[in-house]
């Protein structure tokens, strides 16, 4: 069960720091800092409440194989829109 | 645990797995909106500064506490099945519910107020905005609709639990339930930033 606490503890720790860095105008950084936290709770929440670190082999790979298509995916957006 | 006769542990196994591939599809599909948020974005930065600072942000941000505090009760009902211990299980699964009822009457609360002000796709708005309007309506009606499928897989999954005997060996059913709702947490907490925080700084 501490694992679920800690979990939750970093999680609200996370959404504070976004929140309040959401008053701060951070011109072009405004993207990546906002997502780049988002990120590291989607990280937090899936290592702490999904537990995929533990689990067998062909479940992580089924995660992987979704965010290496999810990355593709905005790396191309990313691409197409700074080439425009 | 430890007890698992190999079949259990090979239905345990595979039903894990199904809803791993099903999880990693539904992010697929948020994945794709999230990207068509951004690709319309790069053109339209002011509009969709203007969009969220619309957006209720004591809506979206109350929203993200009620997840969070949910996925932690979904999470500790997991952990107690394993153990177990039925009644406990489903008092977290019913408290996850409740507070996922809890989100659906933010959301339509704030619904309710957009509407009233005609941010609504199709009105009197700005071109950039109604791609905001637009973005905003889809996504997070969306996943307000996978919200309201969680609520009642996780109220099903509390009466499975009070009833099932050797509950401990099934914790896997438990576990299912509360994967796709930590899948609906994760879907809001990149939501929150991209329609309510993202607004150019300032109040």
């Not at chain 2, 600072?53 to 949910?70: D, P």
């Not at chain 2, 177990?84 to 996922?100: D, I, K, Q, S």
């Not at chain 2, 959301?107 to 309007?133: C, I, M, N, T």
């Not at chain 2, 509390?158 to 099934?170: C, D, I, N, P, Y």
Request: with cysteine; charged share 10%; proline share 2%.
């Amino acid at each position: 069960m501490i694992r679920v606490i800690l979990t939750a503890a970093a999680l609200v720790a996370l959404a504070g720091l976004t929140f309040g860095l959401s008053y701060v105008p951070l011109g072009a950084a405004e993207v990546p800092v906002a997502m780049g936290i988002a990120a590291v709770k989607v990280a937090v929440l899936g290592a702490g409440f999904l537990q995929l670190l533990a689990r067998p082999a062909s479940q992580r790979l089924t995660f992987v194989i979704a965010l290496v298509l999810a990355a593709t995916l905005l790396s191309l957006v990313v691409l197409d829109t700074a080439n425009r | 645990m430890s007890e698992l006769t190999a079949e259990l542990r090979q239905r345990r196994d595979a039903a894990r797995l199904g809803m791993a591939v099903f999880l990693s599809s539904e992010s697929m599909l948020f994945g794709a909106l999230i990207a068509v948020f951004f690709a319309l974005r790069v053109d339209s930065v002011p509009a969709f500064h203007e969009g969220a600072r619309h957006a209720l942000l004591w809506v979206g941000t109350s929203g993200t506490a009620v997840l969070l505090a949910a996925s932690a009760l979904a999470a500790a009902a997991g952990e107690l099945a394993g153990r177990g211990r039925a009644r406990a299980t489903a008092g977290c699964l019913l408290g996850a519910a409740a507070l996922g009822l809890v989100f659906l009457g933010l959301k339509l609360y704030e619904y309710h107020d957009h509407v009233v002000h005609g941010l609504v796709p199709g009105g009197r708005l700005a071109a950039a905005l109604q791609s905001f309007w637009t973005l905003y309506w889809v996504t997070t009606g969306l996943h307000a609709l996978h919200v309201l499928v969680g609520v009642a897989v996780l109220t099903s999954a509390a009466a499975w639990s009070v009833r099932t005997e050797g509950l401990g060996e099934r914790a896997h059913v438990v576990e299912n339930c509360a994967d796709y709702w930590h899948l609906v947490d994760a879907v809001w907490l990149l939501l929150w930033p991209m329609f309510y925080l993202m607004r150019g700084g300032g109040p």
